[in-house]
């Protein structure tokens, strides 16, 4: 059950990415043509591969991470604090940062990942880029023989589902609902290309990123019976 889970043993996170290259003209020849063949059906007749290609962050094999931002808590006697950190820059570098987190401080069996729709998308998507980075995967990502009991990662949109597979719950939806209060964001998942590659502004994604962090946490926190942790008790190192 959720309530005996010790918080200290889950590592929170969430990521942020884009297209692999600017637009699509930056692709090669061989690559233009995967694209045209792997968004054919997301796209249909309303968009052509060009236009379509501001979305190709969503995918692996067409995209990058740009930001990983990850979030602990840490008790001391009574007071509970919420640390967050991020890392960004160089793609395979902030691969190599972040599985030297997870092997040198969250590579115990009580040790768990969390975020909000991970399952879907951010685990899968950290593993397929480390693999194409040729990084060895780290424990907690390595499911490969793994019994479904046996994979250390939390979901915030599954847990919310109770067993309804159909429903997709938006994290910022979900922390409305639950009564959390809405961080002051000023932009949004699909503007994240943009601040990227025109403003070049990576300081403003990776405050995105760890907010979301932030509020996934607070989700958890929430479906679990807790009470939310307050600002003052939330830092960012």
């Known amino acids: 059950m959720l309530y005996k889970i010790n918080l200290e043993h889950i590592l929170f996170l969430d990521i942020e990415t884009v297209p692999e290259e600017p637009n699509f003209e930056a692709l ?9 063949q ?7 007749d309303e968009f052509t591969p060009e236009e379509f290609y501001e979305r190709a962050g969503i995918w692996a094999e067409f995209g990058k991470i740009v930001c990983i931002s990850v979030g602990y808590f840490r008790l001391v006697g009574e007071n509970r604090t919420f640390r967050t950190t991020s890392f960004h820059g160089d793609e395979a570098t902030l691969l190599k940062e972040f599985k030297n987190l997870l092997d040198g401080h969250f590579n115990s069996p009580r040790h768990l990942l969390c975020g909000h729709n991970a399952k879907e998308f951010d685990f899968p998507y950290i ?25 250390p990662h939390l979901d915030t949109m599954e847990l919310w589902k109770f067993g309804d597979y159909k429903n997709f719950t938006s994290l910022k939806l979900l922390a409305n609902i639950l009564g959390i209060p809405s961080p002051k964001q000023d932009i ?23 907010l979301d962090v932030v509020t996934t946490a607070q989700v958890f926190l929430r479906l679990r019976g807790d009470d939310l942790i307050d600002d003052a008790f939330i830092k960012s190192i």
Request: glycine share 6%.
């Open 188 to 210: 949004d998942g699909s503007m994240v290309g943009h601040v990227y590659y025109e403003e070049n502004d990576i300081d403003r994604i990776v405050t995105y990123c760890e």
């Open 28 to 36: 090669n020849d061989e690559k233009k043509e995967l694209w045209e």
């Open 38 to 44: 792997k968004s054919r059906y997301q796209r249909k």
């Open 127 to 151: 593993a397929r880029r480390m693999i194409i980075h040729g990084i060895q995967l780290p424990y907690k990502l390595n499911l490969f023989g793994k019994k479904p009991w046996e994979i």
